[in-house]
Structure formats: structure tokens, C-alpha cells
């Protein structure tokens, strides 16, 4: 490779990573979103030799000998396992820019969740340093979603934006470049799947798996009644006989299964809209909510949301890309990045 291909080169290795709960999505600047894979790692606990990254490890979930491990190192937004962690940043970071990361030190932006502590923060900038990271810049994630919506965030007036994840939801109202309020609940899209779980444990003595419960969740769960009812086979394993078991549930009832998730996020929204300054409060008027993340895909939130604030309310274009969208954006204006980042 020529010097000058060389630094050609360098100048667009820079990323963006949306390090989620649910998933993790890499922006390689100059080329788009490149990497999309769950944030799922496989471990063999006898020689500790990582088995699997990503999607191929979300093929494996609830199908591993004894010896095999799937583990999720992130939960509700932040690092559970530190040293899992760094190795799926690693693989992805590699990955990103094709095994040369040793040579090119990538910059990386990554969006974190508002509510993380200052401890949380050192924790997930220290794993990016730790996977060969040249300079690590950590921004809110609302704020990142934000620019990834192209909302006027530099205008003096008031955009609330409501990011739903796998692990938490994030709610801010943005002006001027800054947040001037935010909430952030541990509650989010993974919740959802554990309440079906359960509910289905419960009515029908059926255990269900994670990967069955979100697939439940996406195909007939809703937040509000739909135009026309809807019903899904589920295969699981009979608890009382041990052996497996179809049922047919509806769409009622898979509402009702994760109604309490979904009302503790709607309640969220209300508290963020009531502690919001009333100039602001005038633009959301005009404006609405705008939501993303994974969950904001589930049916009819935004009617039930609606419904519940009397605002309107609007779903971004690509809501699992957005604030990695954001993120990427801010490569390109430095200063910008500078100004918005934590410390």
C-alpha cells in the first residue's frame, strides 16, 4: 500500500459505535453503518477461547453444550462484564476496519445512555482505549439520536426526543446544543421479552426462550389495540410433562403481558413533559415527541403514546440506526463533537 493510500485510509478508519444492550452498530466514516450484530458473545469455559461474536452468536443462543457459555456484556445500557466486553468491542472494531486497527488506532465515537454514573462512563471509555481506540469521545445518546433525526438541536427551541433501547429508555429535551432535561429509565425493550416470558410461564406452564419471547414481541405485540387481531403459534417446553408444547396466543393478550413496561415508560415520558421549562414545553406543543430505538418499533406505541399525552407524536425513519447515525455525523464536525462530549 502507497503513503498516500495509507493515510487515505486513516482519515476514514474513524467510527462510530452504538454499544447497546439489545445490539451493537458501527458507523465506519466515509462508508455508512457496517456493522449491525447483537451484542452476544460465546465463551468456552475450559480454555476461555471466545466461540463466537454477534450474529453468529445469536444463532447459537439456548443451543450451547455445558461447556459453552452466552454471555451479554452489556445490561440496562452499561458494562456488565468488563473483559467479555473489550473482546466483542475488539472483534467489531477489527472487523470494522478489516484487521487493522493495530496500524490505524481508530477515533470512536460512542453514544451512552443519560442516567450512567461517572464510574460507568470511565468503564465503557477504558474498553474502547483497551481495543485500540486512538481517542474515545462518549456522547448521550439522546443527543446523538437527536442529530441522527436531523432535529434543530443548534435552534433555540425545544425538541424532546424519547430513545427506547434493549436496556433502557432515554428521554431528553434538547436546545442550543445541550440538554436541558433528561430522564432515563432501566426499562426498555428487554423487559418486554422478560414479562412475555413470564406470562407465558405462568398461563400455560410453557417455558419460552429469549429469542422466542422477542420474536412474540415483534410479530403481534402492541401497545395499543390493533385495526385487526392477531395470533401466533409458540413452541416451547411443557414444565409439568417436560415435553414440547404448541399454544396459539393473541395480540390482546401479549398487550396486556407488557403492559407494565410499557406503562412505566409512557409514566417516564409524562414526568420529563411536566418538569420541562414552559418556553420549551410551548415548542414540544408545536413540535410533538419524536421516538427511536428498538422499541419504538413495537405496534401502535405511538398511538398509545398520543392517546396518553394528546401530543403527536412521530417515529424516526430507521429507528435501530439512528444514534449511530448521530454519532457517525459528529465525526465530520469536531468541534461540535468536542463541545457535546463528557468528559
Not at 490505524?104 to 445512555?113: A, D, E, K
Not at 434493549?166 to 432535561?181: E, H, K, P, Q, R
Request: negative net charge; hydrophobic residues 40%; glycine residues 8%.
Amino acid at each position: 500500500m502507497s503513503l498516500i493510500n495509507w493515510f487515505k485510509e486513516r482519515l476514514f478508519c474513524d467510527l462510530a459505535i452504538d454499544l447497546g444492550t439489545a445490539n451493537t452498530l458501527v458507523y465506519l466514516r466515509g462508508k455508512g453503518i457496517i456493522v449491525q450484530e447483537p451484542s452476544l458473545v460465546v465463551v468456552n469455559k475450559r480454555t476461555g477461547d471466545v466461540e463466537a461474536v454477534g450474529t453468529k452468536a445469536k444463532d447459537m443462543l439456548g443451543k450451547t453444550p455445558s461447556n459453552v457459555l452466552t454471555i451479554k456484556p452489556m445490561r440496562d445500557g452499561v458494562i456488565a462484564d468488563f473483559e467479555i466486553a473489550e473482546k466483542m468491542l475488539d472483534y467489531f472494531i477489527k472487523k470494522s476496519t478489516n484487521n487493522r486497527s493495530f496500524l490505524l488506532r481508530p477515533r470512536i465515537v460512542i453514544g451512552i445512555p443519560t442516567g450512567i454514573t461517572q464510574v460507568e462512563r470511565r468503564a465503557v471509555k477504558d474498553v474502547a482505549l483497551r481495543a485500540k481506540a486512538s481517542e474515545v469521545y462518549l456522547i448521550e445518546q439522546p443527543m446523538s439520536a437527536s442529530i441522527g433525526a436531523e432535529l434543530p438541536i443548534s435552534e433555540p427551541t425545544g425538541n424532546m426526543i424519547v430513545d427506547i433501547g434493549g436496556g433502557t429508555t432515554d428521554i431528553a429535551v434538547i436546545s442550543l446544543n445541550g440538554i436541558v432535561y433528561n430522564h432515563s429509565i432501566r426499562v426498555a425493550g428487554n423487559e418486554m421479552d422478560e414479562s412475555i416470558i413470564q406470562h407465558i410461564k405462568k398461563k400455560y406452564n410453557l417455558l419460552i426462550g429469549e429469542k422466542t419471547a422477542e420474536q412474540v414481541k415483534m410479530q403481534i405485540g402492541s401497545a395499543f389495540p390493533l385495526d385487526e387481531p392477531m395470533t401466533l403459534e409458540i413452541k416451547g417446553r411443557d414444565l409439568r410433562e417436560g415435553i414440547p408444547k404448541t399454544i396459539v396466543v393473541d395480540d390482546q393478550e401479549m398487550r396486556e403481558a407488557i403492559e407494565d413496561v410499557v406503562g412505566a415508560i409512557i409514566e417516564a415520558i409524562k414526568i420529563s413533559l411536566e418538569k420541562t421549562p414552559p418556553e420549551l414545553s410551548a415548542d414540544i406543543i408545536d413540535r410533538g415527541i419524536v421516538i427511536t430505538g428498538g422499541g419504538s418499533l413495537l405496534k401502535n406505541l405511538d398511538k398509545r403514546i398520543r392517546e396518553e399525552t394528546q401530543l403527536p407524536v412521530f417515529v424516526t425513519e430507521d429507528p435501530l440506526t439512528t444514534v449511530v447515525l448521530g454519532a457517525g455525523k459528529m465525526l465530520d464536525d469536531l468541534e461540535l463533537l468536542r463541545k457535546i462530549s463528557l468528559i
